[in-house]
């Protein structure tokens, strides 16, 4: 819990620094034959583009110069040369951990540029949980599954520099048979909770997440109980159906790319 705290803490202190960032009026980018890059306020983009640069100077960019042009209909650019894609399609990579708890996740989306995103993927989770068996003695199961899923995010401020947003995630854990676990169903998972994104000069950026994650496990497990009597032990089958709760921290990358 304290290092859960801790990591809240660190994205309010981040939140407040980078939010602050200017945010350049009709912004542009330019990336120029030969690999040069051209940031500023587009001015005009008649026979050739004319650009006022960080220094307030005037430069004119020649049209057939330019490999890769971003207009301030498609990005938003900030003072420090980063900059966000107001809308298109995005792919996803992260890795989560928590509390017995690890997974994969590959998905794609498409941002609206209305402070919406939807999208879905895959992934790979494992989890490990403990069932009471007599006594208060707990015995611990592990269970691997390869979810499908649909998300959501809201984002909260769209044209700054850090990107905070709420995310819901919905879909279906295949779970997988496992030591001591001889039947196991499917289940229904969800998540919900906050994540951030990063700006950047590049499409490759960063974002991270703090979720609840929920899914549902039902199947039966196989207990090895020891009798103190007798000194045999035997196999025991543990029906189970539950609910495992935990909070997962996601860090990974994501890919912005034009319409």
């Known amino acids: 819990m304290k290092n859960i705290l801790k990591l809240l803490i660190f994205y309010f202190f981040l939140f407040c620094q980078v939010c602050g960032n200017a945010q350049i009026k009709n912004g542009a980018v330019f990336r120029l034959v030969g690999g040069s890059l051209i940031q500023g306020e587009l001015l005009s983009s008649n026979s050739n583009f004319e650009v006022r640069l960080i220094d307030n100077s005037i430069y004119e960019v020649k049209k057939n110069s330019v490999t890769k042009a971003f207009l301030p209909e498609e990005i938003t650019l900030?003072?420090?040369?980063?900059?966000?894609?107001?809308?298109?399609?995005?792919?996803?990579?992260?890795?989560?951990?928590?509390?017995?708890?690890?997974?994969?996740?590959?998905?794609?989306?498409?941002?609206f540029g209305n402070q919406f995103e939807a999208g879905g993927g895959f992934g790979f989770h494992t989890n490990l949980f403990s069932i009471p068996v007599g006594n208060s003695i707990n015995t611990f199961f592990n269970i691997n599954s390869y979810p499908i899923f649909i998300s959501g995010k809201y984002f909260f401020l769209k044209e700054k520099l850090l990107k905070p947003y709420a995310k819901l995630?919905?879909?279906?854990?295949n779970n997988q048979?496992?030591?001591?676990?001889?039947?196991?169903?499917?289940?229904?998972?969800?998540?919900?909770?906050?994540?951030?994104?990063?700006?950047?000069?590049?499409?490759?950026r960063f974002f991270t997440e703090i979720l609840q994650y929920?899914?549902?496990?039902?199947?039966?497990?196989?207990?090895?109980?020891?009798?103190?009597?007798?000194?045999?032990?035997?196999n025991?089958?543990?029906?189970?159906?539950?609910?495992?709760?935990?909070?997962?921290?996601?860090?990974?990358?994501?890919?912005?790319?034009?319409?």
């Open 78 to 111: 900030f003072a420090n040369g980063k900059y966000n894609l107001k809308k298109g399609f995005l792919f996803y990579y992260s890795s989560g951990f928590g509390t017995g708890l690890a997974g994969l996740n590959l998905a794609g989306g498409y941002q």
């Open 236 to 259: 025991t089958d543990i029906n189970f159906n539950l609910w495992i709760n935990k909070i997962i921290i996601r860090f990974g990358l994501f890919i912005q790319i034009l319409n």
């Open 169 to 173: 995630l919905v879909g279906l854990n």
């Open 214 to 234: 929920n899914t549902k496990v039902k199947g039966i497990a196989l207990s090895n109980q020891w009798d103190p009597n007798t000194g045999a032990s035997t």
């Open 177 to 204: 048979t496992d030591w001591g676990i001889s039947k196991i169903n499917n289940g229904f998972m969800f998540e919900t909770g906050f994540g951030l994104a990063f700006s950047g000069r590049k499409k490759t």
